[in-house]
């Protein structure tokens, strides 16, 4: 009863609330307006406004939900090019490849917001919006004018059509000025002479919600000499060469997308046909993170060093049919992390690994990693904390392919830590122990110690009692990765000893 005078100004303040949320939301007239909520409104109607605009509107919209907008007021430019009303074909039926570079192109000539980059004039978060649409194309989309940035193309399907050049890419970041495309020759304005200043062609780029249709001609995106590209909740599907295509810039960030020559969920009949490349990173700095690659010959193709992979799932043609999971190729100068990923079938080659860290990963079905001699380099490489799973037919988790020559630089090599089942473990340190009576103890390595006839450093202990005797020992020969120690009186003894291949000799 007491809190009654506290429940009834409660009470008084909700009916406040809610009377002054009607009278912001719908009430615009009878009431009295003062000056500063009549600019807020007005703001407000201009802005919902600018969603709507667009630059060139083909005579015939066929969008009937562009109603013309309150008179926009020329400060304030659009941001959003939706692509029908340029007049793409959202059923995929016809061709809609002016109409997406027209889309494009007004969203290039749109309002720039000085620079990202130096010569990289910033559009401001312009998006080209693909209205959950379904476009066929004939030709690339290729984006117009280089020195240009900070813009999003999101939110539908685009298919290549049936004469789709198969050496071209849906999305086409390459600098085309001087090209064949017309849409860069119209805007030579001052941004585009400044664009020449930048060493880079794009910065800042979204491609995000996309499905990506290759339609067994070409690939789906290019990248080319690009800054901080963001490629987002795609499904690239159908590609003949590159799903993506990373060549020169760097930090193009992959994430959340999923990758597929075939459209397939495993065990394909025509798996061993499978060819392609799923994501081709030929650049530096970039990073693939939560990524299914369900087929191409090779899921990851790096050739460009400081990239990094993490929850990358693998399962686009098993090693046995000749596909690999992830290939690295950059003999000398690797500096690859690949973390937490699961390569499912289908493993790891790495040619002269120097700087590689692969850990936390998980290798089922005698998936493997193979380190490919090219001149013999293997330095500073950590394959440590993994799991492997395989189905008891002996195959080794990591092997080496000396078949262009034997390793012969190798340092701080680690391989350690992982556990195996149903494969054969191999590593670069080892422990073993032998009980015998005798005077001589020899313990063999070679099954688990990677590198053929390589110890760098033994330790052991000698552990013999009750015998009444106190016998010398020594080691005696460490060779062919077997280790021999000797006694100078036989005794009944147990040697324990550790052995490693990793360290700097
Ligand atoms: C572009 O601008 C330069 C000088 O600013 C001019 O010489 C050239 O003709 C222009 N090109 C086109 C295609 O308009
Ligand atoms: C794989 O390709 C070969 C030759 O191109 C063809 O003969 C075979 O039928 C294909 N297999 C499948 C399962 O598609
Ligand atoms: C160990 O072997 C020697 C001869 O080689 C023998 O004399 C001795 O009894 C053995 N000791 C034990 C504990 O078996
Ligand atoms: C060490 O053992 C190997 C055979 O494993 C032998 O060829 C070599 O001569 C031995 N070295 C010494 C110093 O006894
Ligand atoms: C002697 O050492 C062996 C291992 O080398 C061990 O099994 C045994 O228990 C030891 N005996 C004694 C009395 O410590």
Known sequence: MERNPLVFLMIVGFANLIFIHVYGEDSQEGLLLDGRYREQIRKMQAFKASFVRHDSVPSTSPSPNLAPAPAPRSAIRPHEYRVTSYGADPTGETDSTEALMKAVADAFGGPKVGFLMEGISNLGGARINLEGGNYMIRRPLRMPEAGTG??????GTIRASDDFPTDGYLIDLS???????EESKASNNTDAQLSSSSPYNYEYVTLKDLMLDCNHRGGGISIINSLRTSIDNCYIAHFTSNGILVQGGHEAYIRNSFLGQQITAGGDKGERNFSGTAINLMGNDNAVTDVVIFSAAVGVMISGQANTLSGVHCYNKATGFGGTGIYLKLPGLTQTRIVNCYMDYTG???????????SSSFFLGDAFILLKSINGVAKGVNIVDNMFCGYNK???????DESKGPFKQIDQVVIDRNNVRGMNMKSTAARGSLQANGSSWTIDFSPILLFPNLINHVQYTFSSNGSGLFPNH?????????VLIESDVAVPATVFVTVDQGVAS
């Open 348 to 358: 790891i080659v790495a040619e002269d690994p120097v700087q590689l860290h692969i």
């Open 150 to 155: 900070n813009f999003v193309i999101h939110g």
């Open 394 to 400: 002996g195959i080794e988790i990591v092997q080496l």
């Open 175 to 181: 600098a085309s000025s001087g090209s064949q495309n």
């Open 474 to 482: 020594a080691l005696r020969n460490v060779s062919q990765n077997r």
